[in-house]
């Protein structure tokens, strides 16, 4: 039985899968293949290159115009700037695939036996060349994980592939396709000598930098939909446009909920349940909260000092796009954690629970509360108490805890965030909405009253609206602030909304940011709060 693959390539028979070479455009790639072009083919991890490149190997040989190898060089990593260790792996990487995938016996002996020869700053090329001289086809190249090298490995690669191109196709590939999470122009290599090449400087024969895409909303819901039609497990419709929502078509997120659904959710295994939209954002909140190894190796990236920058700009809502520069943003976006179009904003929905929950995860760990406090006799929450518990919290922890956030411009919001999450946790939901130049976070809290129904009986929705305020008068932070605040408990259907301001003014006593009161906008009863 065929399932959702959350792990390596999709293999057809085994895997939920859309046609590999229908997401690539195949009539561009076999141009460039003609034209005995060099290029590139990245995307974000596990977006289904590997499955992509397999299946366009498959497809190429089938033509017998050309020989084409597939070839993961990732076990190069290891040896960092080690040159003879990085290029011996890639060598016996190379003879490994030819064995595998052509059952080449002698094409494997003879990248075996040139590490026995030349000097490792000619062994890649060799290879390739002795290959290309005695092979019956033009030879097709994948490169697969490039980008993983680190160094002078990287720069050896890519000088000794250079140094071959002329000679192609009789004397060496016709065609290199390397691929991995970058393009080429975004290798920062730094040498023994600590000097840095880019890697368009060392790769300077690209032709074309082709980039993987998601899957379209078409593909996502067609992809579940292969369930539907292998099992007879129906969907609500209901679900589509939130899986559209939470995933922007990212394909392991698609998998992966479509996974927590089907099968995680062990009820689901009796394919005679339907799978409704409540069962899907339990699946969704499963997913969030597993901190799996592809949203915990995103969350990784936000220690570079180019990512950190921008993400905390974001998350804080308060910087545009004119602060950064275009290479940040297009590289930030190359690892998918951002969309730049129609307007920049993080990449889904999931990521933009994910990355604050990571980032103030040290935060949640500390934090004990029991549930008693701030829930109701009518197991509703306490909003006004819950808030006031937060002023005093922030009052007595901000400063040590902002000063220790490498996203200090988003400290405030990162802060209430983690209170929140550590108590919400406890059996509600936090939604966030944030952006580059809103100068606003939303925070949308959703609370089951009956234990028993959870998300199927009454459901208690606040909203919070987070705001900096950072000159000027109050007066005209409110007069954004309410309307705002309004706006976004209209559009989730909020029973109950709160604004809260924090003042980073300098030099601000702390008994003037803590306050409460009540305010009137367009017939909302709005508790507007000072930190």
């Known amino acids: 039985m065929k399932k959702f693959n959350t792990a390596g390539p999709s293999v057809a028979g085994m895997h939920f899968m859309i046609n590999p070479l229908v997401r690539i455009d195949i009539e561009d ?147 290199i396709i390397l691929s991995g999470v970058r393009d080429v122009r975004d290798y920062r290599m730094h040498t023994a000598h600590h000097e840095i090449i880019t890697g368009g400087s060392a790769f300077n024969i690209k032709a074309k930098s082709l980039r993987l895409g998601n899957l379209s909303r078409e593909e996502t819901t067609a992809l579940w939909l292969q369930h539907e039609a292998e099992t007879c497990q129906r969907f609500d419709p209901a679900i589509w446009p939130e899986l559209w929502t939470d995933t922007e078509g990212q394909p392991w997120l698609v998998n992966a909920l479509g996974h927590e659904c089907t099968w995680e959710d062990k009820s689901a295994r009796d394919r005679s349940t339907p799978i409704t939209l409540e069962h899907y954002k339990a699946a969704r909140e499963r997913l969030i909260y597993s901190r799996t190894t592809h949203l915990d190796a995103l969350s990784d990236k936000l220690r570079e000092p180019r990512v950190n920058r921008i993400m905390a700009a974001m998350l804080s809502g308060e910087a545009t796009t004119e602060h950064f520069p275009e290479d940040d943003l297009q590289y930030i976006e190359d690892l998918g954690l951002i969309r730049l179009r129609p307007e920049l904003t993080i990449a889904n929905r999931i990521y933009r629970e994910v990355l604050p929950r990571e980032i103030t995860f040290p935060i949640q760990a500390v934090l004990h509360y029991t549930q008693s406090w701030y829930v109701t006799h009518q197991r509703q929450l306490d909003m006004p108490k819950l808030l006031a518990a937060f002023q005093q919290f922030f009052r007595e922890h901000s400063d040590a805890w902002i000063d220790g956030f490498s996203f200090k411009e988003a400290g405030p919001q990162l802060l209430m965030q983690a209170f929140l999450q550590r108590i919400v946790n406890g059996g509600g939901r936090i939604n966030r909405e944030y952006g580059l130049g809103r100068k606003r976070t939303d925070l949308f809290i959703e609370w089951p009253i009956d234990e028993a129904q959870g998300y199927f009986g009454p459901v208690q929705r606040v909203v919070l609206e987070l705001k900096l305020w950072k000159k000027g008068s109050l007066d005209a932070v409110l007069a954004v602030g309410l309307p705002q605040t309004v706006d976004y408990a209209r559009r989730c259907g909020a029973d109950e909304a709160h604004l809260i301001v924090f003042d980073r003014r300098p030099d601000s006593p702390w008994d003037d940011r803590i306050w409460q009161r009540e305010a009137s906008e367009q017939g909302w009863a709005l508790g507007v709060w000072g930190a």
């Open 29 to 175: 790639i076999e141009s460039l293949i003609e034209d005995q072009r060099y290029f590139v083919l990245h995307a974000p991890r596990q977006t289904g290159k590997t499955t992509c490149l397999l299946a366009l190997m498959q497809h190429l040989n089938a033509q017998t115009t050309y020989r084409t190898l597939y070839v993961n060089i990732e076990a190069a990593q290891a040896a960092r700037g080690n040159v003879a260790e990085g290029m011996a792996a890639i060598v016996r990487a190379l003879a490994s695939a030819a064995s595998l995938h052509w059952g080449d016996e002698a094409a494997s002996q003879v990248a075996s036996q040139m590490l026995q020869t030349t000097g490792p700053t000619d062994w890649v090329r060799s290879v390739l060349e002795q290959w290309s001289r005695s092979s019956p086809r033009p030879i097709v190249l994948l490169l697969d994980e490039v980008d993983a090298l680190v160094g002078d490995t990287l720069i050896s690669l890519l000088r000794q592939i250079r140094a071959g191109y002329a000679q192609r196709p009789s004397a060496f590939p016709q065609t």
